[in-house]
């Protein structure tokens, strides 16, 4: 049997006929956002593109995927625009969770949820933050506690996106109080319908209600739910922020169909000149050349880092850089729709010649874009310490056992 790797090219062709007669056109379905009927869907596309064998184009062929490069990847993406996609799937479920089971699972675990969630059986989050906060992520206070042969988990997360439609979350959780904070954390994959778990969906200011906050009370685990080593939870955890920042400024190997959309595109500027009839107007064209200039040069950083990090010449933290310019653009494109919309952005309703409903809800949620992923002043600390090498940020309970470290009230 020939173990070449299929040209770019030609795979890019095979796609492009596969996605014309299998895959229904964007927009093809108008599913409100936060629905199981949306969750369902994007589980019935996923295992449309298993069966079509466009699943999981980067991930190894024994666990479900086809085993290509990334750059067979962009060429799907890239021919997959205008289709309908499974896109709500990418960001955590593909990007990051599965994408760090494959990193750290046992081989038991890789098979048990890779195939599975390349099926679109198995959809998974991030159990990562906490009410106190999520910056300081090893200060976290959930716990796991040995009991005989199992752990009981305890504790509470927050800010979890998609939560209630998942089926396993992988949950960082305290289990040595008696070392320093980085040392005493442990990942597990924590099955989300498990007894003791609370889902409690939260609403947001612009009507979402996919962030969710979880409760566990009593939750039994076992050895096997441990994803990496025990104790060496902040190790597993760096890999899941790389998988994320990658995911989040678009250097994912593992994302398919385009990107999580980041603020308005420069192309939705350019409709909204038209429509609100000010195309002509100077500082509209001012503000559409600069949108464009910035989304060129996003894409190039993108190429850029994902290359140098796949060469090895930058580290896969390095995928900070993209990440905050991926939030800096989101910003600046967010706001200079509001500026085309002006007073509409705000008193939009059902009706209106112009459509600017859209533009007041990305205004509303702008802050997430620097917030969701890490925040962005986290990202500027990741890039001068494990970029550039610079010094490390004080932190006074670094160097102090946890159950010693002065927790405010
Ligand atoms: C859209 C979205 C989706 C999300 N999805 C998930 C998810 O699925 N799972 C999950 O676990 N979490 C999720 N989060 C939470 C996200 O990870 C946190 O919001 C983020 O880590 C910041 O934590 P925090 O909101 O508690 O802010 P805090 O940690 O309280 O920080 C508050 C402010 O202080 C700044 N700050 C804090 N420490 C420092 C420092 N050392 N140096 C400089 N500045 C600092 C921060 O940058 C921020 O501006 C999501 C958030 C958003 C917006």
Sequence with gaps: MSTEIEPVAEFRER????????????????????????????????????????????????????????????????????YEMPLMLNVPTLAICAATVLDLGTEEQKRAHLPAVLRGDEIMVQLLSEPRGGSDLAGLTTRADRDGERWVLNGSKIWSSGAYAADYGLCLARTNWEVTKHRGLT????????EGVTVQRIKQVTGSTEFCQEFFDDVELSDADVLGRVDAGWEAASRLLDHERAALGGTSPYTSGARPHLGAEANELVELAKATGQWQERRVREDVGEARAMNVVRDQLIAHVTAAIVAGELPPSAG?????????????????????AGANAATHHPGDPV????????YLFRAAWSLAGGSTEMARNVISERVLGMPREFAADRDVPFNQVKQGR
């Design 355 to 362: 459509d600017t409903e859209k533009v007041g809800l990305d």
């Design 320 to 340: 900070a850089v993209t990440r905050l310019f991926s939030a800096e653009n989101a910003w600046t494109q967010t706001d200079m729709a509001v500026r085309i």
């Design 15 to 82: 796609a492009r006929r596969w996605l014309r007669e299998n895959m229904p056109p964007e927009g093809a379905t108008d599913l409100k956002p936060d629905t199981d009927e949306a969750w369902d869907r994007a589980r019935q596309l996923q295992r449309m593109l298993f069966d079509g064998g466009f699943a999981g184009i980067g991930f190894p062929v024994e666990y479900g995927g086809r085993g290509l490069t990334f750059d067979h990847q962009q060429a799907f993406t890239e021919e997959s625009i205008g």
């Design 187 to 194: 990942l597990f994959l924590v099955p989300v319908h498990a």
